[in-house]
């Protein structure tokens, strides 16, 4: 008697495996990264982020190597992360294929409020963990040294004649997400409030104070 020809096997497909993975990596960063905002550095802990993502412990430390390593992950999630940092982002605008320096600096605010806003709670839990955390020192210097390369090439690109001589250091303060945290939280500054006085006060900042 012939027997029936096994059924044949599905072949594994991996990518679809990876893609799953990935995609719970990702919901992971996010519910930490909101954690970490309301907890802060010392009150989030691996065991509160496994348990709101509903994962295990141990996933989460097999899949970002501690709180240091989930930290990273839950701040390039609010922001940059996937546009390859701060300066890379920056460079993807393009600001220097548009002739006017004042189409480009509207440009560079609405960037800078796409960060500003997710990112600033973020902050200060990142200075509390650089405390304590080498890895996390490290990526403050970074994070400064990236900014500070932005602000000289928004000053070039955006100054109206020779840029004021403090420019670079007056936009590197203007910008900062401290600023955007402060003006929301404690004078309830929304969103597009802080847009206007920052286009003023960059415009300001980087043509010897004139006010447009």
Request: glycine share 8%.
């Amino acid at each position: 008697m012939e027997h029936d020809a096994a059924p044949a096997r599905r072949p594994y497909d991996a990518s679809r495996r990876r893609a799953a993975a990935e995609q719970r990596r990702q919901r992971v960063a996010e519910v930490a990264a909101r954690l970490f905002a309301e907890h802060g550095w010392n009150g989030t802990t691996l065991a509160l982020v496994a348990g709101e993502a509903e994962v295990s412990v141990e996933w989460v430390t097999k899949g970002f190597g501690g709180k240091a390593g989930l930290f990273m992950a839950a701040f390039a999630s609010a922001g940059l992360g996937r546009r390859g940092g701060l300066l890379n982002a920056f460079h993807e605008l393009r600001l220097e294929d548009d002739p006017d320096p004042d189409a480009r600096l509207d440009r560079f605010v609405e960037f800078a409020c796409g960060i500003v806003e997710p990112m600033g709670p973020l902050v200060g839990v990142l200075l509390s963990g650089a405390e304590q955390d080498p890895t996390l020192r490290d990526l403050v210097r970074t994070a400064h040294l990236s900014h500070a390369a932005v602000c000289e090439e928004l000053v070039r690109l955006v100054a109206v004649g020779e840029p004021a001589p403090d420019a670079v250091d007056e936009v590197y303060l203007l910008t900062r997400a401290e600023v955007y945290q402060t003006l929301a939280q404690h004078r309830g500054w929304t969103i597009e409030r802080y847009a206007a006085w920052l286009r003023r006060s960059l415009r300001a900042a980087v043509d010897h104070g004139t006010t447009y």
